[in-house]
Each structure stands twice: as structure tokens, then as C-alpha cells.
């Protein structure tokens, strides 16, 4: 049992793990991703398209051996950081014990002052003691906290494993569109989101710059007292509020869409282009496709509103209303049109408690590596001969030849 | 603005020919074995990049923005990024023959630059961030720094089939040293690429509202990632230095450059102005 535990813990398992996840990420960037058996069979065979949905080909990233190795990935990390612990206290208490200098990468001989030289590699002020023989040894630790880079990148890693997948488990992501003026719920919570303007604000050329919404978030869950706050979505700067972050998406045509039956107003309402709005008291459904406009012409100046007809969820037929005319396709009896149009806004609402988490792990993981590669131990002691004369020694688990070299470079400058 | 467009074209195509010129004498260094000419072509090369600098300058001036938000001006950003750390390890390590390897890819992607429109357009909403300096500026370090340890991975494998020993070992650091240098260009590159990801996903989160969307842009840079990550931990558990390190680092870099051209043209996705 503990063969295996030490296995999973081990840098072996750890190279397998990764050398799989590259496999399976470059499997998941290849092969198209969300396809249905039709078109994986239209794109390779029937028998590769079983294969592709079999093996969970078509959704790798969420696939559960996907998941499989990455849960194994962060026992492997956690496993190897709880076992490189107490190593590690070991090795910084221990870095400037005469017994455990380690092999030097460098020695020079006859040196007879080796302060300038310590001086000279920037070394923190040297241990002052005796080698088992009795002679004066000074020992001097550079970058001792550069031991636990390795570590630290394992542990930033394993938060940002830990982070992405608790927040994929409980986030709550919700869509919400509407016009200015528009009251909407969050999906089915008790918050609502009051649209009060979306901009687009444009260049010279007329090229889109920015997109923002003004809006409030009401929290309705106390009908008696409800709280409000104000904030405002822009494509980069998203807003906030009651732990929602609410982002700018997305925009599109959208009208109003009158409807009278006999002279007498049926109903009126907001359409969305895409949107099927259905028509009160027959089985038809209308959905804006969207507004038609000449260039040179004002936003809210159009030149018609393409739209569809649907006899429940039947397609019925398409056509294009002019401006002040009435849709035909409804009979005699009704005047059906389209008219202020505008442009809808789309905000993504989101709430995830374990961003920070992810991005913590990030930030870790940066420190780790800074850590591991630009501060790296070195050691250098100096031990005095018979005669007078010191040998100097030093090692880098890292450098090796390069640290050779500069020790040999202080010590010819001195 | 124009105007400084104009003078930014015009640079580019003087640092094409001093890139050239740089690449032909680090070529006659080798030929004729003068450390002279090596000198010389570090100071073209360096006279090159600061032109090149000042292009990318003229053109984010002339723009408007920072030069980084299409294929034309990545790869331009990218050739400078490799002249920059190509010139820093050979100043570092006094150690020109990097140049003589380094400078055909240069030119190869400033020439893949030459090829991509050089048109000025305009951003859209989501590129219009301060994260993309540092997310696009990193990346630029970070594809440099591997295109450096690709170079080195090169000249280990051409050192022991060089004729000339006594060249070779004046002017190549021994085995042992050369390894670790080319593993210095992959630690700076590994830190780059990592803020590169982590700038990435703090920008995506706020643009897109997701820090981490599988596209296959973000994936190959993982996949990058891990490949050098691989390399560390085989360096240090089966021992993988010297020649297997250096295949390594040569693949390595055929990975890079997938995430760089392979993805735009093969796999689209979000990043498809990248």
C-alpha cells in the first residue's frame, strides 16, 4: 500500500499524467467539439463518429477521465508537496551544516582572502565554524527560499485546479436581454435587473468603440423592502452587484410589436430579434429576424423588419414589413406591426465564489516559478588550510557550470 | 498618422535587410573564423533592433494602440522579441553563434510579418484593455525566450558533428554549458508564458466573463505549458540533459509555433486576430 501511495505521489506519475493531459488536450483542440453523431459521421465515418461519442471525444474537457486525470494530477501534486515537507525544513534548516554541503561544483585552492570573493557573488554573511578536522570553515547560504519554488508552483497549481473546479460545481450563470425601460428576472432567483440605457458609442468611421448598460439589480427576495444597487456593464468593466458580476455581451435589433384586433389594442410588447413572441388568442408566433437599415441611414430609422411566422413550432412563411405598414400574414382582422426600433442589450450575469481561489492559485504558481528559476540556492564555503591559504567551494543544484564560472570570475577579479 | 506609417513601413524593410545583413556576417564568422566579424554582425543586429523598435513605436504612435492586435503585428513583435533575448544571452554569455542560428528565424518571421496585412484597423470593444500589453508583451518574451532555447537545442546537436573542434570549442560553450544555458532560456520562458496565461485569464475573465473558455488558442498555450513542464521534471528525474534536452527543446518549440500559426490557421476560435 504504501508502493502505491508513494507512486502517486511521485514525479514518474506526474511526468504520465502530463504527457496524457497534453495528449488529451490536443485530442480536444483537434477533434470539434459539442457535434452530434450526424455530423461527426458527415465529417469522418459512422464507425469513428461511435468512436468520438464512446470515448467521450466530443465534450474531452468534461469527459470523465478528463476529469479523471486531473483529480489524480492534484492527489499527485498534494501527495508530492505533503512528502517534500518536512524535506524541505530539513534542507533550509540544514543549508549552512558543515555536514551537509553537498558535492561542490567548483573548488579553488590558495586563495588567501576569501571575503572579497563572498563580497564580490553578493553572499549573505558567512556561518563562521569548523569542518570535522578542526579548521575554520565559513559557510555562506544564498537564496535559501528559493528551496521552496518547486513547491510553492505544485501548491499555486493545485489551488487554480481547486478554484476552476469548485467554481465549475457551483457557479450560478444566467442571460439577460432586454431594452431600456425593461424590467428583468435573473433566471429564477429573487433579483431583477432594470435596464435604464445601453449606449454604443462609435468612432469617427462609425466603428463600435464601446458598449455599455446602465442598470439597477434589485433584490426582490423581501417584497416589503427591497434592495437595490446601481452599476454599469461595459466590454472589459464589468459591473457588480449583490455578488453578481454582470458582463457585457452581447447586443441586437429589437421593436416593438404592436398588435390590434379589431381596432382594439391585443397586446404590445418588446421583441428581441430571435425572440418568438406569440400572438394572444391564435396558435401563431412572431419572431423578429432583424431590422433592416441603409447605411447612411439614422439607427432608428429603418427601412423594414424582417420577421417569421410560426404555426406553433411549425415554420409558417417569412416576410419583411415596411415602415407604417401592417403585417398580412394574420388576416383582415388584425394590425400587426413593428415599429421603434432600438438596439437590445445582452448582459451575462454571473456569480462565482472561487475566482479569486483560481486566480490566488495563479498568482502562487508565478511566485513558485520566480522562486525555482531566479533565486536559486547556492553555496559557497571557505575552508582554511595549514599554511594560511583558504579553499573555496561552492555549489548550485541549478547553476552547476555557469556558477563554476562566476565563482572562477570573483576570484580572478579579487 | 500617416505619416508615421509610412515611416514605420519604411524601417520595417531597412530591419529586414540589416536582419539579412546580420545573419549573412554571423554566416562569415563561422566561414572565416574571425571574431571580428561576429562583433560586427551583433552591432548590425543590435542597430537592427533598435529600428525594429523604433517601427513598432511609429506604428503604436501611428495607430493609435499598441502594436500587438493582429497576425501582422505579432509576428513583427515576435521576430523583435527573439532579436532581444537572442542579443541578451549573447551579451550574457559571450557567445555569438547563437546569432548565426537565431537570425534565420528572425528573418523567417519577420518575413511571415511581411506577408500578413499591414492594414490599420480599428479595435474591437474586448481588445480595448490595459491587459493587453502585459498578456501580449509576456507572450512576446516568452516565444523569443523558446526560440532562443530552440537555437540552442540546435547548436548542441551540430557541436558534436562540427569538423572543426578547435572553432567549435572556442567559440561554443562546452556541453555541460551550454545545456544549462538553453535550460535558462526555458525557465525565462516558462515564467513569461505563465504570466502570459495568467494575464490572459484575468483579461478574459473581465471581457468574456470566463477566465478560462477551452479555446484552442488558450489550450495550446496549456498544452506549451505542459510540454516544458515536462521538460523540467524529466531533467530532473531521468536525469534528461545534454542531447535528449535539447531534442526536447527543439520539439518544444514546434509546439510554440503551432500556438502561434497552427491554431490561427487550423483551429479558430476566439482568438482568431492573435
New interface residues.
Partial sequence: MKKVWKFLGSMQFAIILLVVLILACAGGSFIPQGHSYEQYAELYSERTAGLILGLGLDDVFHAWWFLLITAFLCGNLLLCNLIRLPQLLRRSKQADDPAHLGAPCVELEGIRDPEPIFARLHMPKARETTDEAGRPLRISVQNRVGLWGAWACHLGILLLILGFALGQMTKEEYTVYGVPGEIKQIGETSYFVKIHDFRVDRSESGFVEQYTTSLTVIDNADENDPMSVDAVASVNHPGSAFGFKLYQNSMGDAAKLTVRKDGKLLQESWACAGDSVPILETPLSLRLQSVLREEAEEERNPTGYAYMIFVGEEFYTMNVQGPGESIPELGPNYEVSFSEAQSYTLLQIKRDRFTPLAFAGGLVTLLGLLLAFYLQVRKLWAVQNEDGTWTIRGSSPKGGALYADRVKEAAASS | MTNLLNIENTLFYIVICLYFAAMIFYFLFIALKKDGVAKLAAIIQAVGLLLHTAALICRGIGAGRLPMTNQYEFATSFAWGLCLVSLIFIARFKFPVIGAFAAPVILLLIGYAAMQSKEVK?L???L??SWLGFHVSTAIIAYGSFGVSFVLGIIFLLREKMQDKGFWDRHVP?R??LD??S??SV??G??FL??T??TG???A?????S??S?D?KE??S??TW??Y??YL??R??RDWKGKAAAIFAVAGFVCVMFTYIG?NTF?PGIHSYA
Fill in positions: 480599428e474591437m470593444p474586448s480595448r484593455s562546452a555541460e554549458k544549462l544555458i535550460y535558462r525557465c525565462l516558462l515564467l505563465t504570466v496565461i495568467v485569464a484575468i483579461w475573465e473581465q471581457a468574456w466573463g477566465y478560462w477551452w484552442p489550450t495550446w496549456l498544452v505542459l510540454v513542464a515536462v521534471h524529466l530532473i528525474r491554431v483551429l
